[in-house]
């Protein structure tokens, strides 16, 4: 007898260990629990932890809350200006109804994905290409509300929806390579051209302030000779200009004047001409600086020398 309730004990042990094996189950924090009974969905949504179901009756489905990832392959189509792009985007959701999510759809991953993907094919053909390049903060938000309208009755919350990348044909890169360059060129040469209208300016205020001091445009040059003369690799020609010379001329002292060796006869009037006085000193000084030859050589050259003319005519030349 004792072993037959002995037996029948642990029977019931272990019955009572396989069933709480069986209806027993624990959800994760970040999941909920749906209970089917013969496959109808019961009300309430087991929490976090540990419950239990009712074997061979009840079935529990486990749903993941968690914010999903998921990539939306790249698409290709026609933009509003007739340029071909291939765009693709990720899409960043989750599970807000578990109960929607479940009944109220198959696969809501892979409806979101359709979704995202038929959602970003109509954005791009609705855009210019200058907006999917530089204005994609707009272009996200209407791609989120394109893909949370048909969401919100499956139980998924659209968190946010990124456009990663615009791949552009080649001959479209070069052709707004060009565009850029030649952008840019025309802002160098503005730059450049207020460059150089600031710098004629100054230049000119430069020149207004040398010409009143003379000396601060040779103080310049000696500048510009510095900073030239520093490479020590080429060589320099300096022409002076006349500027310098005067300043030089200014700043030397000036001569001692020098003795006068014989006063000179006074001249007589303008009209008269030069005086007599005058006359016989020319004379006297044009003989005195003739070359006269030795008399005792003769003639040089067989050149002959007339004779001195007498003290008569001299006097005659003086009258």
């Known amino acids: 007898m004792v072993e037959e309730l002995l037996t029948a004990a642990i029977a019931t042990g272990v019955g009572v260990a396989v069933y709480v ?91 979101v994905s359709q979704m995202a993907q038929t959602s970003l094919r109509s954005i791009i053909g609705k855009s210019d290409l200058d907006d999917l390049l530089s204005n994609r903060e707009m272009l996200n938000q209407g791609l989120e509300l394109m893909i949370d309208s048909p969401a919100v009755g499956w139980g998924v919350q659209i968190d946010r929806v990124e456009i990663k990348d615009v791949s552009l044909p080649e001959t479209m890169k070069r052709s707004m390579a060009r565009q850029a360059e030649a952008d840019r060129e025309r802002r160098a040469r503005v730059i450049n051209a207020d460059a150089e209208l600031q710098a004629s300016h100054k230049l000119a205020e430069a020149a207004e302030v040398m ?80 070359a006269v030859p030795d008399a005792l050589d003769g003639p040089a050259d067989g050149l002959m020398l007339d004779a001195p003319p007498p003290e008569e005519e001299r006097e005659g030349l003086r009258d």
């Open 21 to 111: 094996g069986a209806a027993a189950r624990v959800v994760k924090q970040y999941e909920r629990g749906l209970v089917f009974r013969f496959g109808r969905l019961r009300e309430e949504v087991r929490g976090p932890g540990f419950t239990t179901i009712v074997p061979f009756v009840e079935r529990l489905r486990k749903v993941n809350m968690q914010i999903v990832t998921l990539p939306v392959p790249a698409q290709e189509g026609i933009t509003r200006d007739n340029v071909t792009v291939r765009v693709d985007a990720v899409v960043y959701f989750k599970v807000v109804d578990p109960a929607s999510a479940i009944v109220a759809v198959e696969d809501y991953r892979f409806a």
């Open 211 to 290: 010409s009143e001091q003379p000396a601060a445009l040779q103080l310049r040059l000696l500048h510009t000779i510095v900073a030239v003369a520093a490479e020590k690799n080429s060589t320099l020609v300096l022409p002076f200009p006349v500027e310098l010379l005067r300043f030089l001329e200014r700043s030397a002292p000036p001569p001692a004047a020098a003795p006068a060796r014989d006063r000179p006869a006074p001249a007589g009037p303008a009209s008269e001409g030069p005086g007599p006085a005058e006359v016989a000193d020319a004379d006297a000084d044009a003989l005195d600086g003739a």
